[in-house]
């Protein structure tokens, strides 16, 4: 009786440790949710759009994100920091000042994204292409959208409420899309394959959807204290001088995310930018429990280098690292072995040219999982100027390659130039760990006291 009533305090207590349980089985549950949602989306638009439509629509996309760079410019990232700093000072006038300050930033500089992107929109993709222009002004629309909506999930996780944090983005927004997609390929026969403008218009009202379910959670989710608050503090200037470096990491991040879509798009045709788009979107599976885990992470990184808590945060560094390997090992043997054959049974036998690509991806991967949560240390403690000059060395390395192997060995080229990247990214992170912080963020060179 008592162990039971032990473990049930385990989970339900207000503890470090009950806080990591509840938000890493939660964050694990939503990261998996997505990751189904996500495949199963990029499996129905594969076969109903074809690889063409498919490789169009994704090119879009892509140029679409990089384009919505400048309406965040890392302000999400420091909203989660900054709100955790605040919570646990119990500073209530100053995060109401905070959130206030990170939605008029947001939102103005949304703006700003949209007349850059009308700027620069034809010399980017062509004007001879008028598919790809069309569907990407369509999806401008998703620019101030989804900044918005990272703003209130930012909040609700430097609040420690992290599955409710990540549902609008990584459940309802593509969940809704899958629903809406799937509705509407039953109007189409085998023989008339859904349109990348349709799709696009499709994913900005879902994404409306989503923002509008945030909107609702972050105000049923907001401390009490904040109700009480009538006068707001700023410290704009702490907060610009923070977004900067912030901001280069989130677009850089992008850059490392997007290059080799975009350079294989410029150089060869659609259909093997599908066939790359879903190899990517395969891989990712590798690593999605770095991603799940991180989302608990960053309020607990923050929230013990403030407390100078140095001995734990190791422990906790050590102990998710771990679990994060061990989470990617079985997506990577899959892949490595069977890859041709899983792309072949999930896309179309068209696919199967995707697998060596795969293999190559899943391995970068390997290696992003290996090291453990170096960006997130890093932002999270104050140290993002680290974090800038590692991902920029990245993400120069990766458009270099990504122009010199792409002519020549296509979506290989653009796999070798990704997982290259990938490699000297996290190498560089975690030697700066090391130096910055005197932690070990590999899981598997640190052995627990």
Not at 34 to 48: D, G, K, P, Y
Not at 101 to 120: C, E, Q, R, Y
Not at 214 to 238: A, Q
Request: with cysteine.
């Amino acid at each position: 009786m008592y162990k039971e009533t032990n473990k049930r305090s385990i989970v339900k207590g207000n503890g470090l440790r009950a806080q990591l349980l509840r938000g890493g089985i939660g964050s694990l549950a939503v990261r998996m949710f997505n990751s189904l949602i996500v495949f199963a989306l990029t499996v129905l638009l594969a076969r109903t759009m074809g690889a063409e439509g498919f490789g169009v629509y994704s090119f879009s996309l892509a140029v679409i994100l990089l384009l919505a760079i400048p309406s965040q410019v890392g302000i999400p990232e420091l909203l989660v920091r900054e709100t955790a700093k605040a919570q646990a000072n119990k500073d209530w006038p100053l995060l109401r000042g905070l959130w206030r300050w990170g939605n008029l930033a947001v939102f103005s500089f949304s703006f700003l994204s949209l007349l850059l992107a009308m700027m620069v929109i034809f010399f980017i993709v062509g004007g001879e292409d008028s598919q790809r222009i069309e569907v990407i002004v369509i999806g401008l629309v998703l620019i101030p959208l989804m900044a918005l909506g990272n703003v209130r999930s930012a909040c609700m996780r430097g609040l420690r409420r992290m599955v409710l944090g990540q549902l609008p983005d990584s459940v309802v927004r593509p969940g809704i899309l899958l629903l809406l997609v799937f509705i509407t390929s039953l109007y189409f026969t085998d023989s008339t394959l859904i349109e990348p403008r349709l799709v696009i218009t499709l994913y900005v009202l879902a994404s409306f959807i989503a923002l509008l379910l945030s909107s609702i959670m972050l105000k049923k989710t907001r401390p009490i204290e904040l109700k009480r608050v009538f006068l707001p503090r700023y410290e704009s200037h702490v907060w610009w001088k923070a977004v900067l470096p912030l901001a280069l990491i989130s677009g850089l991040q992008l850059v490392n995310s997007y290059a080799d879509i975009i350079v294989l798009g410029l150089f060869h045709d659609g259909t093997e930018v599908g066939i790359y788009r879903a190899v990517i979107q395969l891989s990712l599976l590798v690593s999605f429990g770095l991603q799940a885990i991180n989302q608990v992470l960053h309020p607990h990184f923050s929230r013990l280098y403030v407390l100078e808590d140095y001995k734990k945060l190791q422990k906790l560094v050590t102990v998710s690292a771990r679990v994060i390997l061990l989470l990617s090992l079985p997506p990577v043997l899959l892949f490595i072995v069977y890859g041709e054959e899983v792309l072949s049974f999930l896309f179309g036998n068209l696919f199967y040219a995707g697998g060596i690509a795969l293999a190559i991806l899943a391995l970068g991967q390997l290696v992003n999982t290996s090291m453990g949560s170096v960006g997130a240390l890093l932002n999270m403690t104050g140290h993002e100027r680290y974090t800038v000059r590692g991902v920029a060395v990245a993400a120069i390395i990766n458009v270099i390659l990504n122009f010199l192997l792409i002519p020549t060995y296509g979506m290989e080229g653009a796999a070798i130039a990704t997982a290259v990247s990938m490699v000297i990214w996290n190498l560089l992170l975690r030697y700066y760990v090391r130096q910055k912080l005197g932690i070990e963020s590999s899981g598997l060179l640190v052995r627990l006291k």
